[in-house]
């Protein structure tokens, strides 16, 4: 049965409204004049093997091994998973743990590389012709090199382009909304990098079998909506570009879709389930690159900015670049940050040390100060709705936070806590200055773990049930086989006693011999 109605795809001019959403200050104006500069080597990286979602990559390499850019040094493991290249050259230093980057600064299994200064490539990937490839080959190309989503997703790219496998796919959407404040290192992208961008679409588009595509641009990028127009006809006819409004989360894949199709995704359903893929410009560039040039994902391009730095701007570092060494690329720091993130201020990571590197999904580094953050005190709820009304997920925000503050983590779940998408609106607009978005991620991480425990236990009864059954098979194969093996003695002592009785009644006896 389908899920939708065919007829609101053709409404190609139409906007159509989402539910809820906010307008922050983007300040953007901090480097959205900034052209993209590219980072000098640094002295250190720092390559994690868990930089996706799914499973943790394989280390191939050992201390003292010598790189070149572009190696795979970790393999994908499972189903759901990425590989891990080189991003330069240079000796291996370590294997092993190194704070991640994330608010918890746990270690996290990391290979550091000492580049030599020689940037020396390896053998790259075989370059393939995209109007000839077939999808096939074009998915396992993006699979070797390692991409992921890189608006922040970080889900393995190939495994998302697989899907037209199980989905009758018929439009690709291209996020390039960028509505995190702040962040400009998309738009960047779009205005200098357009040409290749609309190549990589066009691969895309090759891989999973479809010919409408929406690029779908903020209103305040005027000037990447106009780049992006001028290279419309290389992707094909049905190829477009779509002025979405300035709201965030705009960015987020369901709203988008909703936006620019009229399309509404279901709870926890996924858009291909629609008919509808949604990759990010910036994963279209690097596509683009690993397919045309046989290039893996080593870099990227961030934006660094907030009033914290003394030169905010857009570069493309190493993947495991340190968060040091961009910053002093900048300039340094003006103070003390009050909140230093990877990412956007909405929805992005905070890091308490500047050693962590940075990694596939690091779409920017804010150094915000106390101005910016403006610290205020929380209060109790007044209950005003205003985090319902800006909710873009339809949900009761307020309500859910009551339930997890008296610890009933089923009464939130009731109330929709699995389909936040943790925007951070209804924090944003709450004039109690309740963090309900930290709440909420607290709860959904309880949830994980309790989620997890239940499968542990329920894999643990199967595993112990497999086993009963399996011990209770080689039991009665014993059995079976004893039984048989008497079986046989038997029949062979039978046969025995049977031969001898024959043999005595055949010989001759010895009086009536002598007779």
């Known amino acids: 049965m389908k899920l939708f109605s065919l007829a609101a795809l053709k409404r190609t001019s139409d906007i159509f409204a989402i539910r809820g959403g906010i307008h922050p200050e983007t300040r953007k104006y901090l480097s959205a004049q900034s052209a993209i500069e590219q980072m000098p080597l640094p002295s250190l990286i720092r390559v994690p093997l868990q930089q996706h979602v799914g499973a943790e990559a394989v280390a191939l390499?050992?201390?003292?091994?010598?790189?070149?850019?572009?190696?795979?040094i970790g393999k994908a493991r499972g189903a759901i998973s990425a590989n891990v290249h080189a991003p330069t050259s240079g000796r291996v230093i370590a294997v092993g743990h190194f704070a991640a980057p994330h608010p918890s600064g746990l270690p996290v299994a990391t290979i550091t590389i000492r580049p030599d200064g020689k940037d020396e490539w390896g053998p790259r990937m075989p370059r393939l012709r995209p109007e000839d490839a077939d999808p096939n080959e074009i998915a396992e190309r993006v699979m070797e090199a390692g991409i992921v989503?890189?608006?922040?997703?970080?889900?393995?790219?190939?495994?998302?382009?697989?899907?037209?496998?199980?989905?009758?796919?018929?439009?690709?959407?291209?996020?390039?909304?960028?509505?995190?404040?702040?962040?400009?290192?998309?738009?960047?992208?779009?205005?200098?990098?357009?040409?290749?961008?609309?190549?990589?679409?066009?691969?895309?588009?090759?891989?999973v079998g479809v010919k409408k595509v929406i690029i779908a641009?903020?209103?305040?990028?005027?000037?990447?909506?106009?780049a992006m127009r001028r290279h419309t006809f290389a992707i094909g006819p049905e190829a477009r570009v779509t002025k979405v409004p300035t709201l965030y989360p705009m960015g987020s894949a369901q709203h988008l879709v909703k936006a620019v199709t009229g399309l509404e995704v279901p709870a926890r359903a996924r858009t291909a389930e629609l008919g509808v893929l949604v990759?990010?410009?910036?994963?279209?560039?690097?596509?683009?690159?690993?397919?045309?040039?046989?290039?893996?994902?080593?870099?990227?391009?961030?934006?660094?900015?907030?009033?914290g730095v003394k030169r905010p701007a857009n570069v493309e570092a190493l993947i495991g670049t340190p968060v040091s060494d961009i910053l002093?690329?900048?300039?340094?720091?003006?103070?003390?940050?009050?909140?230093?993130?990877?990412?956007?201020?909405?929805?992005?990571?905070?890091?308490?040390?500047?050693?962590?590197?940075?990694?596939?999904?690091?779409?920017?580094?804010?150094?915000?100060?106390?101005?910016?953050?403006?610290?205020?005190?929380?209060?109790?709820c007044i209950r005003c709705g205003g985090c319902v009304k800006v909710c873009p997920c339809g949900l009761m925000p307020m309500e859910m936070h009551a339930r997890i503050q008296a610890d009933d983590l089923d009464g939130a779940v009731d109330l929709g806590l699995p389909d936040c998408i943790s925007c951070g609106s209804c924090s944003f607009n709450c004039p109690s200055n309740i963090q309900l978005v930290q709440g909420f991620n607290y709860a959904l991480g309880r949830l994980a773990v309790k989620q997890s425990q239940k499968h542990q236990q329920e894999e643990t009864k199967r595993l112990a049930a497999a086993r009963t059954a399996r011990m209770d098979?080689?039991?009665?194969?014993?059995?079976?086989?004893?039984?048989?093996?008497?079986?046989?003695?038997?029949?062979?002592?039978?046969?025995?006693?049977?031969?001898?009785?024959?043999?005595?009644?055949?010989?001759?006896?010895?009086?009536?011999?002598?007779?």
Do not use: W
């Not at 990759?279 to 009033?307: C, D, F, W």
């Not at 720091?333 to 308490?352: A, K, Q, S, V």
């Open 149 to 207: 989503g890189m608006g922040g997703a970080v889900f393995p790219a190939a495994v998302k382009l697989n899907q037209r496998e199980r989905y009758d796919l018929h439009t690709l959407v291209i996020n390039g909304s960028e509505c995190e404040p702040y962040l400009t290192c998309d738009d960047r992208l779009l205005r200098e990098r357009a040409e290749e961008i609309a190549d990589g679409i066009r691969i895309l588009a090759r891989a």
């Open 217 to 226: 641009i903020e209103a305040n990028k005027p000037e990447a909506i106009e």
């Open 61 to 72: 390499v050992k201390r003292d091994d010598r790189v070149l850019k572009g190696q795979l």
């Open 328 to 380: 002093k690329q900048c300039g340094g720091l003006t103070g003390e940050p009050d909140r230093l993130l990877l990412g956007g201020p909405m929805m992005g990571l905070p890091i308490l040390s500047l050693r962590v590197p940075v990694i596939k999904g690091t779409s920017g580094i804010l150094a915000l100060m106390r101005t910016e953050t403006r610290p205020r005190a929380e209060m109790p």
């Open 279 to 307: 990759h990010n410009v910036a994963t279209a560039y690097a596509v683009h690159k690993a397919v045309r040039y046989g290039e893996p994902l080593i870099s990227r391009v961030m934006t660094v900015s907030g009033q």
């Open 473 to 515: 098979a080689i039991a009665e194969k014993k059995r079976a086989a004893m039984a048989k093996r008497k079986a046989e003695m038997a029949a062979k002592k039978k046969r025995e006693a049977e031969a001898a009785a024959e043999a005595g009644a055949a010989r001759p006896n010895p009086q009536e011999a002598a007779e």
